[in-house]
């Protein structure tokens, strides 16, 4: 079987966490869906800008919040993936895709 590396021990250890914090209903039921509201529903409304510069700047913070709430939502993800396929290696079920290539 093989064994993992030190630093893929690790991000294994932490995609569990993840895992276990994704389970969680905070994460389900609030945290996540306010993030995936932040993305879809970032609206500003041009009546509370003074100027068109205060207007801009608005919608630019409102592209940032649903960006930065994206990137939280992949990072949770894929610390899982990651760690589901370290798990998959150490078991042996992985592919060696370098081998499959070269026969």
Request: without cysteine.
């Amino acid at each position: 079987m093989p064994e993992l590396t030190k630093q893929e021990i690790l991000l294994q250890k932490q995609g569990r966490q993840l895992r276990e914090m994704a389970e969680l209903p905070g994460w389900g039921e609030i945290l996540k869906p306010q993030l995936e509201l932040a993305i879809s529903h970032q609206w500003v409304d041009p009546r509370k800008s003074k100027s068109d510069n205060d207007l801009l700047y608005e919608y630019k913070l409102a592209f940032a919040r649903a960006l930065a709430a994206q990137e939280i939502i992949d990072f949770v993800e894929k610390g899982i993936e990651e760690a589901d396929a370290l798990t998959k290696k150490e078991n042996g079920e992985g592919k060696d895709k370098l081998r499959e290539s070269v026969s």
